[in-house]
């Protein structure tokens, strides 16, 4: 799959860490909109959902477009903004208020996020970058830990 290797290739790079974030998102939530849940963008590459988190300072709903590993009953979702230095908000979100729901395939599902540690987090970050391999790029750039949640559904 060459259009595949090529956009890992180009995600990877500094570049696309610096005009990603402000593109993508925005970019992801309109056709989101749009198409009432049923498309987002990036999910042509790898799969994706929008999280509504509550704002670990305001309160308020914070929707995100991710991308996403499926996982059997569950997802994971990694906190890399790109291979920029900071957390990504939405990781700050779900450490305060870890009671969300995605949007996934057009349905809103009700989860609960989990903050991976230890052996977990390291089994679960060596699938991760099975499934997408720009993520160690985005590690090597960055002093922190890249953030893995786990995701299960809850009841509503």
């Keep these: 799959m060459i259009g595949e290797r090529l956009v890992q290739k180009v995600s990877a790079t500094r570049g696309f860490a610096k005009v990603a974030p402000h593109v993508v998102p925005a970019l992801d939530r309109a056709v989101h909109r749009l198409s009432r849940g049923r498309v987002l963008l990036s999910a042509q590459m790898?799969?994706?959902v929008i999280l509504t988190s509550t704002g670990a300072r305001s309160g308020q709903p914070r929707r995100t477009p991710l991308a996403c590993m499926p996982d059997g009953d569950g997802w994971y979702l990694v906190g890399s903004n790109f291979g920029r230095a900071g957390?990504?908000?939405w990781t700050h979100n779900l450490l305060r208020h870890p009671e969300a729901e995605i949007s996934w395939k057009g349905r809103d599902i009700?989860?609960?996020a989990r903050l991976l540690t230890g052996q977990e987090r390291?089994?679960?970050w060596q699938a991760l970058l099975?499934?997408?391999p720009p993520y160690a790029a985005y590690q090597a750039r960055v002093d922190r830990e890249i953030r893995v949640f786990?995701?299960?559904r809850r009841r509503p």
């Design 46 to 48: 790898l799969p994706g």
């Design 87 to 89: 957390h990504p908000a």
């Design 110 to 112: 009700p989860v609960t």
């Design 122 to 124: 390291a089994t679960a």
């Design 130 to 132: 099975a499934f997408w």
């Design 150 to 152: 786990r995701l299960t």
